[in-house]
């Protein structure tokens, strides 16, 4: 599988190009367009307890388009739902995903929810990583634009869970309060909880934080002032 990224960075379009007979798994509705003769086929990957894992405790949907190039080989378009950059990263291993954030991936990876201990459910994160696991390329959606981050071995950088992407693994983390002087100080700061990721190794975030979205559009939607 070949990506091409285009439209960068405020909406980026990924297009897959597929050998003959290849495939690749997309996320539910992120498919765009296709070149002629590419089958589609939803599905719950990985039978109910997988889908169970990846949808309802990883934040993904429950069911994976999976594309298929016909004879002479296709191309599939694919987007995410928020405006943002997207990013290609190689996996041979693991490589660990924000909630909401997988696009698509070659055939050889999967997606699956990862218990990643209280410290990320207090974080906002939900308690479960979703790890991209195997050895291909996966199409990561970021709100905005996307750093990478490089950390050098011994280094520590502080990053807010709502503005993480992904993190190479082996990265380690700890929670921290944002602010000193207690929570409801940090919590007056306006971010509570942050990510110490300790290098090295690289961290991706993006410049815009899809909660601070949500919460704004509760607040001035009209439904949200009965």
Same mark, same amino acid.
């Given at each position: 599988?070949?990506? #091409?990224? !285009?439209?960068?960075?405020? =909406? &980026?379009?990924?297009?897959? #190009?597929?050998?003959?007979?290849?495939? *690749?798994? *997309?996320?539910?509705? *992120?498919?765009?367009?296709?070149?002629?003769?590419?089958?589609?086929?939803? !599905?719950? $990957?990985?039978?109910?307890?997988?889908?169970?894992? !990846?949808?309802?405790?990883?934040?993904?949907?429950?069911?994976?388009?999976?594309? #298929? &190039?016909?004879? +002479? %080989?296709?191309?599939?378009?694919?987007?995410? !739902?928020?405006?943002?950059?997207?990013?290609?990263?190689?996996?041979?291993?693991?490589?660990?995903?924000?909630? %909401?954030?997988?696009?698509?991936?070659?055939?050889?990876?999967?997606?699956?929810?990862?218990?990643?201990?209280?410290?990320?459910?207090?974080?906002?994160? %939900?308690?479960?990583?979703? $790890?991209?696991?195997? $050895?291909?390329?996966? @199409? @990561? *959606?970021?709100?905005?634009?996307?750093? &990478?981050?490089?950390?050098?071995?011994?280094?520590?950088?502080?990053?807010?869970?709502?503005?993480?992407?992904?993190?190479?693994?082996?990265?380690?983390?700890?929670?921290?309060?944002?602010?000193?002087?207690?929570?409801?100080?940090?919590?007056?700061?306006?971010? %509570?909880?942050? =990510?110490?990721? +300790?290098?090295?190794?690289?961290?991706? #975030? +993006?410049?815009?934080?899809?909660?601070?979205?949500?919460?704004?559009?509760?607040?001035?939607?009209? =439904?949200?002032?009965?």
């Amino acid at each position: 599988m070949d990506v #091409t990224i !285009r439209h960068a960075p405020s =909406f &980026a379009v990924a297009r897959l #190009t597929l050998a003959s007979g290849e495939s *690749a798994n *997309a996320e539910s509705g *992120a498919m765009m367009a296709t070149s002629g003769g590419v089958e589609i086929e939803s !599905r719950m $990957r990985g039978g109910l307890k997988g889908a169970f894992k !990846r949808g309802i405790l990883g934040g993904e949907s429950l069911f994976v388009s999976t594309l #298929t &190039a016909p004879s +002479q %080989g296709g191309w599939v378009d694919v987007a995410a !739902r928020l405006p943002g950059d997207l990013l290609v990263l190689p996996v041979d291993g693991a490589v660990n995903l924000s909630r %909401g954030s997988y696009l698509a991936a070659e055939e050889g990876v999967t997606i699956d929810a990862k218990w990643g201990g209280f410290k990320n459910l207090v974080g906002g994160e %939900g308690g479960f990583l979703v $790890r991209a696991e195997g $050895r291909g390329q996966v @199409v @990561v *959606a970021a709100y905005g634009a996307i750093d &990478a981050v490089q950390i050098p071995a011994g280094e520590t950088v502080i990053v807010d869970s709502g503005h993480m992407v992904a993190y190479e693994d082996g990265v380690q983390f700890e929670l921290r309060k944002a602010a000193s002087g207690g929570l409801i100080q940090s919590m007056k700061s306006g971010e %509570g909880f942050v =990510f110490a990721f +300790q290098g090295p190794g690289t961290v991706w #975030t +993006q410049t815009r934080n899809p909660g601070q979205l949500i919460s704004w559009l509760t607040t001035e939607l009209p =439904f949200s002032r009965g």
